[in-house]
């Protein structure tokens, strides 16, 4: 293929400045053009509610270099020798001359520009639901560097104190903490069941909502908001949800996520889904000279194959670079992705990768999942912090579905080794051979991650009898008849417990003395802090020729509902 003379990127964030910076790496020589509607290019969009909690105090370094450079028309132009049009709107593409209408915002100067090779860069849209009053003053949203800094200096005016965040993904659960450590009340308001209902299934949301709501965050999820309320000069006052009740609001953000930004290439007759523009894995649109990149694509999911909607910078950085090759001749293909996401929830890390168990169960797979809290590192080494785990995989051949990995100890190192295990289609044993790394601080013995797949190849064989924490709540609230049996020590019941008359505490060191106080003909669920022992007591009495023992997933740690903990000092 002939190197294009003149290449077009529309869309100055992510991916199209890497894939205009790849471009000119390649080729010295080739006429590359940014157009732009925003006055900012090239930023770090996901640092925004830094901004507004204040680590960032400077919100412009969202678009400066590593050492301090800001990335702007000059900078391209000096740097990378590729022209930027800022605040300039691309109106049209006609495919039969290759040439893209624009507009200049500010002075309304029409002009032609031919290409070669036209790059679609153009982004996510935030979704704005039909809500009455949610044009009112002090309704945000967080879209662009700006929106942060409108925000912020609202904030530090000193005037609000309660915030309404409605949506509880990925940006409103990172507003939350913005937000709270600017002194505000915060309610979250969450139209489904659950609190980042895309990443986590309803166990580890309830683990993530249990510790937000000690902070005194105020979580309502399956509300939805009826809407927004203001005074007679037009400022927020409250917002009203669909089942009537008022939350008082100074600000409401608007955080209900984004759609793929497809109307130029819709208006050009590209082939459109729902999920994006449609490309193939050299990020080619249907139109072989057009190629598409970031948010306003459609991707291909690695493990079920169906087109999705994951709008991460991250991906868009690595379509800029294969789009970069590509529009030169290069064969680099970009086969699809994980729904890779990780954040920080005040002190608790939290990430995904792969399938939901309600995904993998909506793909068609017959899901086995393991609970697995436990310590990051050593249990006796000082630092050591809890994570919650949730691995799903499939029972049949023990091929690993997707992690959920959440608490304050080191998550997202987990999260990264299940990305690299299901990227190249690793079982449950596959993972239980890899060689981690092991010394105190860092790990156990057993990472956790493979502990958990661990437990999934117990379960496959029939070795270990599980039940959910959900389950056994179901089971409660039917008033069902089983023993619960506590096989922690009277220390520890001591500290914490589930309080229930079912509940009859045997330390698993004397469990096999006092196997006779327990009835043959019973179901009994046995538990402990995180499972092992359980798993052991589930053990020790299928010995004893019980029949019907189950042990609970994940044990306390892992009981999303009401305990008693000992008052500190009592």
């Given at each position: 293929m002939a190197t294009p003379k003149r290449i077009v990127?529309?869309?100055?964030?992510?991916?199209?400045?890497?894939?205009?910076?790849?471009a000119r790496r390649?080729?010295?020589?080739?006429?590359?053009?940014?157009?732009?509607?925003?006055?900012?290019l090239s930023y770090a969009g996901c640092g925004m509610p830094y901004c507004v909690a204040g680590d960032i105090e400077d919100c412009r370094q969202l678009n400066y270099t590593p050492v301090g450079v800001p990335r702007d028309a000059v900078f391209f132009r000096n740097v990378k020798n590729v022209t930027v049009l800022d605040r300039t709107l691309a109106q049209q593409i006609d495919r039969e001359n290759?040439?893209?209408?624009?507009?200049?915002?500010?002075?309304?100067?029409?002009?032609?520009?031919?290409?070669?090779?036209?790059?679609?860069?153009?982004?996510?849209?935030?979704f704005m639901p039909p809500i009455e009053g949610i044009r009112l003053n002090r309704v945000f949203r967080m879209h662009q560097p700006e929106d942060a800094v409108a925000m912020r200096d609202y904030i530090r005016s000193g005037q609000p104190k309660r915030a309404v965040i409605i949506g509880g993904g990925l940006i409103g659960l990172e507003m939350t903490e913005a937000l709270a450590r600017n002194n505000l009340h915060v309610t979250v308001i969450e139209m489904l069941p659950h609190i980042l209902p895309g990443l986590l299934d309803v166990e580890s949301a309830a683990f993530l909502t249990k510790y937000v709501r000690s902070l005194g965050v105020d979580i309502r999820a399956g509300e939805q908001v009826a809407r927004i309320v203001g005074d007679d000069q037009g400022n927020v006052q409250?917002?009203?949800?669909?089942?009537?009740?008022?939350?008082?609001?100074?600000?409401?953000?608007?955080a209900v996520g984004v759609r793929p930004n497809t109307k130029l290439a819709q208006d050009a007759g590209l082939e459109v889904s729902k999920f994006g523009i449609v490309v193939n894995e050299h990020l080619q649109t249907s139109d072989p000279d057009i190629y598409a990149g970031g948010d306003c694509v459609a991707n291909r999911h690695l493990i079920t194959g169906d087109l999705v909607f994951v709008p991460m910078g991250s991906t868009a950085n690595k379509h800029g670079r294969v789009i970069g090759d590509n529009v030169l001749g290069g064969d680099e293909r970009f086969p699809g992705v994980l729904g890779t996401a990780v954040l920080k929830v005040f002190d608790y890390n939290v990430g995904k990768t792969g399938l939901t168990e309600q995904q993998a169960r909506d793909a068609g797979y017959d899901v086995v999942t393991a609970l697995a809290p436990s310590p990051d590192c050593a249990h006796y080494y000082p630092t050591h912090k809890l994570v919650f785990i949730k691995l799903i995989a499939d029972r049949e051949t023990g091929k690993l579905l997707g992690i959920q990995a959440l608490g304050p100890g080191e998550a997202v190192k987990r999260v990264d080794v299940m990305a690299a295990a299901l990227t190249f289609g690793a079982t449950a044993e596959d993972l239980t051979r890899v060689d981690l790394g092991y010394a105190p601080p860092y790990s156990t013995a057993i990472d956790i991650a493979a502990h958990a797949a661990n437990i999934i190849r117990n379960k496959m064989d029939g070795t270990a009898q599980s039940i959910s924490p959900l389950t056994v709540k179901e089971k409660l609230d039917r008033g069902d008849e089983f023993v619960w049996l506590d096989v922690r020590s009277p220390s520890e019941y001591?500290?914490?417990?589930?309080?229930?008359?079912r509940v009859k505490l045997i330390p698993l060191g004397l469990l096999r003395r006092r196997v006779d106080e327990l009835p043959k003909d019973a179901e009994i669920i046995t538990f402990c802090k995180i499972s092992l022992r359980g798993y052991e007591a589930q053990r020790i009495l299928e010995g004893?020729?019980?029949?019907?023992?189950?042990?609970?997933d994940g044990g306390v740690m892992a009981w999303p509902y009401e305990v008693y903990t000992k008052p500190a000092g009592g």
């Open positions: 990127v529309i869309g100055g964030v992510a991916c199209g400045p890497k894939a205009a910076a790849r390649l080729d010295p020589d080739t006429e590359i053009t940014i157009i732009e509607r925003g006055r900012m290759k040439t893209v209408e624009v507009v200049h915002i500010e002075t309304g100067e029409y002009r032609t520009i031919p290409y070669d090779k036209l790059v679609l860069a153009t982004g996510g849209l935030p409250k917002v009203v949800t669909a089942h009537g009740d008022e939350f008082p609001a100074d600000l409401v953000l608007v001591e500290e914490m417990r589930i309080e229930d008359p004893e020729g019980f029949e019907n023992v189950w042990f609970m």
